[in-house]
Structure formats: C-alpha cells, structure tokens
C-alpha cells in the first residue's frame, strides 16, 4: 500500500510530472490495483496509473505490463484496475517485480493530487478444461 502522496505540476502552459514506486514483489499471475484520490484540483487534472514489472536480474524501469490497461482519476474517487498481462499466450503472469507509474497532467497551469494505492488483490490464472 502507497499512502498519503502528493504531486504536483508547475508551469504557464500544460504541464506533468511522472513517479515512481518502489519496486515490489508480485503475489499472483494477475492483480487488481485501487488508486484513490483523495483531493485532485488544477485544470484538465489527471492522474494516471500504470503498472510496470521486470525479473530482479533486469536493469532499468521495467516494462509496461498492459498498455491498454491503466487507471485515470479527474476527480477524487476510488478507482480499481484488474492488469491482465498483455501477451497471455508467451507471459504466464507478472514478472518477478511490479511497480507503479504515477503521471499528473495539467492542460494549464499549476494542478496537485494527493492519492493512494490500496494493497493490491493477487490472483491465479485458472483454465477451465
């Protein structure tokens, strides 16, 4: 669980700002990550959520586990994501470590969000027979 962040973004004219988790160890072949925003404000404010992941013996920010698959939060709500991951028939699940990416867009001026990440649902794959 990621508690109790803010971000913000500066600037006369669009603006973002990207972060980072720390990496974490997986705990299922799929997960359903909640962001929750607590306070959001700032002009076209959006936080976005993407989930990342690589093997301890990778360098570097990881991969995107499903870019079709992320979270986006403009107003303060609690929004869950179930992450499959994008290539079922060659990955079987998260890589060894998962992180988040947080990125705060304005479409101008200054915006800020203070959010969290609920711990995180892990879950099997299952196939029927």
Do not use: C
Request: aromatic share 12%; proline share 3%; glycine share 8%.
């Amino acid at each position: 669980m990621i508690d109790a962040q803010t971000l913000v973004t500066t600037g006369a004219g669009a603006s973002s700002v990207i972060l980072f988790s720390p990496w974490f160890q997986r705990g299922g072949d799929y997960a359903t990550f909640t962001a929750e925003a607590v306070a959001l404000a700032g002009t076209g404010a959006k936080l976005t959520v993407r989930a990342f992941h690589k093997n301890a013996e990778d360098t570097g920010d990881g991969v995107d586990v499903n870019s079709a698959t992320t979270i986006e939060l403009t107003t303060a709500t609690r929004t869950p994501a179930t992450w499959p991951v994008q290539d079922t028939s060659t990955v079987k699940g998260f890589k060894q470590l998962v992180r988040y990416q947080f990125k705060l867009e304005a479409t101008s001026g200054t915006a800020y969000a203070t959010f969290r990440m609920l711990s995180p649902i892990w879950f099997d794959n299952v196939k029927a027979w």
